[in-house]
């Protein structure tokens, strides 16, 4: 089992295993260079407080900004259907 947390004081998320392991993501770190909009941003946030295992996991897959275009692309489709 694998359980992860979001530390607002250090704006990271912590990643513990059952064997004992610790990793620690530094958010800022992790969203430097990515192309967003403020609503993808919003997104990372959201994304990395509700769901801090889904954060880690595109992060260490390296797929975050596959990721944030997609959010991105939503955004578009949403405003062209109202």
């Known amino acids: 089992m694998i359980y ?8 990271s998320i912590d990643v513990y295993t059952y064997a004992g392991y610790f990793l620690r993501i530094d958010c800022n770190k ?5 192309k967003t909009t403020p609503c993808s941003e919003c997104a990372l946030n959201t994304l990395a407080i509700d769901e801090p295992l889904e954060y880690a996991r595109l992060y260490l897959e390296r ?4 990721w944030v275009d997609a959010e991105d692309s939503l955004e578009l489709y949403y405003l062209s259907i109202w």
């Open 63 to 66: 797929n975050m900004q596959m």
């Open 30 to 34: 992790a969203e430097k260079g990515l």
């Open 4 to 11: 992860a947390t979001y530390k607002i004081h250090h704006n």
